[in-house]
């Protein structure tokens, strides 16, 4: 639930006027330091009505298969799947940006959202390697220093790269 309401926070800062469900959820929950499930009834229905006051509204979420829960662990799918149902609910006043390594719906536990389109990115492991070594020779400290390691920080960069 963090990540919607950072979305609520940042379009609430720049909206014309306080949503009540943000008002009343400010009130009601000040002191509760854990989100119940019922909570998220009230945050998508604060995300509507703050998305309201908006001609067009832009969501930038990055790494989605990253995203990580207010306990820690990972979102679960069915939580990813209700945050883009709620974003793409919203039809002509948002936009919508999501990346992910792993670019497959049903991967990501978000089974079939067809109004979604997907492109896949791939990174060449030559771009990696050369990105890696330009940013060492371009710096002094990791000149002197990172050289030496720069294989081993080629490869755990490709395995990262890889999502292992």
Not at 10 to 23: F, G, H, K, W
Not at 40 to 48: D, F, S, T
Request: hydrophobic share 35%.
């Amino acid at each position: 639930m963090r990540l919607v309401s950072t979305l609520i926070y940042q379009l609430a800062r720049q909206a014309r006027e306080i949503s009540p469900t943000l008002l009343k959820m400010y009130n009601t929950h000040t002191s509760r330091k854990t989100p119940t499930a019922s909570m998220w009834e009230e945050y998508n229905q604060c995300l509507h009505e703050v998305v309201q006051q908006f001609s067009k509204v832009y969501f930038i979420i990055d790494a989605l298969d990253e995203c990580r829960a207010d306990d820690g662990i990972n979102l679960q799918k069915s939580t990813r799947l209700k945050l883009l149902q709620t974003l793409t609910s919203f039809k002509s006043s948002a936009r919508i940006l999501v990346t992910s390594r792993d670019v497959s719906t049903n991967r990501l536990g978000l089974g079939d959202l067809s109004s979604i389109e997907s492109l896949e990115i791939l990174t060449s492991e030559s771009d990696i390697k050369a990105y890696i070594h330009a940013r060492i020779q371009s710096n002094e400290w990791l000149t002197s220093y990172a050289a030496q390691y720069e294989k081993d920080i080629q490869e755990r960069s490709l395995e990262k790269a890889k999502g292992k």
